[in-house]
DNA sequence: GCCAACGTTGGC
DNA sequence: GCCAACGTTGGC
């Protein structure tokens, strides 16, 4: 059987909604509430075992500051169905959703958080979408592998910590 | 709080 | 299909 390369990602999410200590609390999300076509695009073309950044946004000190993976295949997303949601979308139908979820599980945390700022300052880094102003709006967004790991080691983490199994110690 | 950038909606 | 109006995101 042969697995397609993994892909890299950044997802966002506001610190005061969502923050990375969030997910390492929690152990495992499920990543909803998507309502732009094209992150919605990304979610879908995710894969169980995809590694992704994990950034701040709409905060003092907007950072990656985790890193983390995918551990689901992509799924329609339920919030879409319920009424009660705030991302109720009444367009969707369990036959034909138009959002769609993944689930997630932290990895580690940064050491050093890679900021906004390092990312623009560094020449290898300041490519990258989440520094550009045409996407910085984009919250879910595909990452080059080179640049992932040049986050990595700014941020203080081995590139291996993001290709092992499970990381984390048992609780 | 301001504003630039961009996505979405809806009239035509 | 075009485009103006509007809403949202997100850095600063």
């Excluded at 509430?33 to 919605?40: L, P």
């Excluded at 560094?122 to 989440?130: E, G, N, Q, S, T």
Aim: aromatic share 8%; charged share 25%; glycine share 6%.
């Amino acid at each position: 059987m042969t697995r397609r390369a993994r892909r890299h990602w950044l997802l966002k999410s506001e610190p005061d909604v969502y923050a990375y200590e969030a997910l390492e609390r929690d152990g495992r999300a499920r990543w909803d509430g998507v309502r732009n076509y094209t992150a919605r695009n990304h979610l879908r073309s995710m894969s169980p075992g995809d590694p992704f950044l994990f950034y701040h946004s709409s905060c003092p000190v907007p950072a990656v500051v985790g890193i983390g993976r995918v551990v689901s295949e992509p799924y329609p997303d339920p919030t879409q169905f319920d009424c009660s949601s705030p991302w109720f979308d009444p367009r969707g139908s369990p036959e034909q959703p138009r959002w769609w979820s993944v689930d997630v599980e932290p990895i580690a945390a940064l050491p050093h958080p890679v900021t906004l700022a390092a990312i623009r300052a560094d020449p290898l880094l300041r490519a990258m979408l989440v520094a550009q102003p045409a996407g910085a709006r984009l919250s879910v967004q595909p990452v080059e592998r080179t640049h992932f790991t040049r986050v990595l080691r700014l941020g203080g983490l081995p590139a291996s910590v993001a290709r092992g199994a499970r990381t984390r110690p048992p609780s």
